[in-house]
């Protein structure tokens, strides 16, 4: 971020957290002769590419919560369908 007054840069000198994904950020520019101060609002909208873990995580809950008879199931399809 650069100042429109004197295109210092900014400094980052609090994060208030409102929610996971959303942030009021506290920032001060740079130039000491300027010292322009202001609040951003930083939100995080969506996803480009998931993580890995989450999904490692959605298998391993999805597999806790089968019968052994669905394990045994699922084991059987993976097997006999072919790696692309």
């Known amino acids: 971020m650069e ?5 210092a840069k900014a400094i ?3 994060t208030n ?7 009021d950020i506290y ?14 609002n930083l939100t995080f909208p969506h996803i480009l590419s998931p993580s890995a873990k989450t999904g490692d995580m959605l298998i391993q809950t999805l597999i806790n919560t089968m019968s052994p008879e669905q ?3 699922a084991l059987d399809i993976l097997r ?3 790696i692309a």
């Open 17 to 23: 957290r409102k929610h996971r994904k959303i942030s």
């Open 80 to 82: 006999t369908t072919p």
């Open 3 to 7: 100042c429109p007054e004197c295109a």
């Open 27 to 40: 920032c001060v520019f740079s130039d000491v002769e300027c010292w322009h101060t202001f609040v951003m």
């Open 71 to 73: 394990r045994q199931m």
């Open 12 to 14: 980052i000198k609090k």
